[in-house]
């Protein structure tokens, strides 16, 4: 049987072929050329979670080539009715992993949420990315994942022409790396003024690892220290492109690489609402045991929730060790934003 979306959009010829797609950034102006008109009822599947009746879902839409540049798609039950009027606001989730795993699937656990969005007629959006391989380095290192976040901010703007949905009033969620895509993109002034709201769970403050001794100086913290007692030169060089720990302070392209992923510029055009709730909860805040805990200290949710502050911003926050206490949940605080 047809799909409603197909009834609506029979008079577009479209194909699923991904010929055309290529590695590199969206050029906006030339997005049909280049997915070369996705059919998107290939990809409508049975929703792998409880959704209203009526919801659409569809699987596994590709953004790219790789196996991984791949989205979820989620419609409320009432878009077909809802296509004449205001384009539905979109929640897209981007999932943690420290840029090496991690999944588009994992957040279909908080179910009850994305129930939530879709019963308020806001569609929700989960996508994958490629990942840094240790086993199999490259030149681009994280920046390939973050250069994914922005493709697929690109390619809602293409399923803007065929879906009422509006590729200007996005809420971005990410956990651990996820939350550092999602700053990376609100500091992109191509991409921030489309972006309604964000919220960091469990995020880092910079990409730029030498900063971290300024950040943790109160530790003693000093990073060559510590990733070679932790054995983790391949795995800090490999992060921005590199294969000797020694370029990270004397390749130009390195140090190039470095600054684009500090997070530096986070709030520079950003006007929308920002959301933080600290990691390691019920972390010792003097603990840097692991890798885990110095990636997720509450210090990073403190340096971003004072950027944020200085450059204007109201924050709604969770940071325990400066005794900030948010009055809503992650659902109540999305709904919010997207709604007003």
Do not use: W
């Amino acid at each position: 049987m047809k799909s409603l979306l197909y009834i609506a959009l029979c008079a577009i010829a479209i194909s699923c072929s991904r010929e055309g797609i290529t590695d590199l950034p969206l050029i906006e102006e030339n997005l049909e050329t280049q997915y070369n008109s996705i059919d998107l009822d290939n990809y409508l599947a049975k929703p792998v979670i409880d959704v209203p009746e009526g919801t659409l879902f569809y699987q596994n839409i590709p953004y790219g080539e790789n196996q991984r540049q791949v989205i979820d798609l989620f419609l409320p039950k009432n878009f077909s009715v809802l296509a004449s009027f205001e384009p539905l606001g979109i929640v897209l989730n981007i999932h943690g992993g420290g840029f090496m795993a991690g999944d588009k699937g994992v957040i279909y656990q908080n179910e009850n949420d994305i129930y939530q969005y879709l019963e308020n007629n806001i569609a929700f959006i989960s996508m994958n990315y490629r990942f840094i391989e240790e086993d199999n380095p490259d030149s681009l290192g994280v920046l390939k994942c973050f250069n994914d976040s922005e493709r697929v901010l690109s390619f809602i703007q293409y399923l803007s022409n065929l879906l009422n949905i509006s590729p200007n009033n996005i809420f971005i969620k990410g956990e651990s790396s996820g939350a550092g895509i999602a700053q990376y993109l609100i500091a992109n002034p191509v991409f921030s003024s489309r972006i309604t709201g964000v919220s960091l769970n469990a995020p880092q403050s910079t990409y730029d690892f030498l900063k971290f001794n300024k950040i943790f100086q109160e530790f003693n913290f000093d990073l060559y220290q510590y990733v070679s007692l932790a054995n983790l030169e391949n795995r800090v060089i490999n992060f921005y492109g590199g294969s000797q720990i020694e370029q990270l302070e004397d390749d130009p392209i390195i140090v190039n690489n470095r600054v684009e992923v500090s997070l530096s510029k986070t709030f520079n055009t950003y006007e929308g609402t920002l959301r933080i709730k600290a990691g390691n909860e019920g972390i010792p805040y003097n603990s840097l045991g692991n890798l885990n805990e110095l990636l997720h200290h509450q210090i990073h949710a403190i340096q971003i929730y004072n950027k944020a502050v200085n450059a204007g911003l109201f924050v709604d926050a969770q940071i325990p060790y400066l005794n900030i206490e948010s009055n809503l949940t992650e659902l109540e605080f999305i709904l919010e934003s997207i709604n007003q």
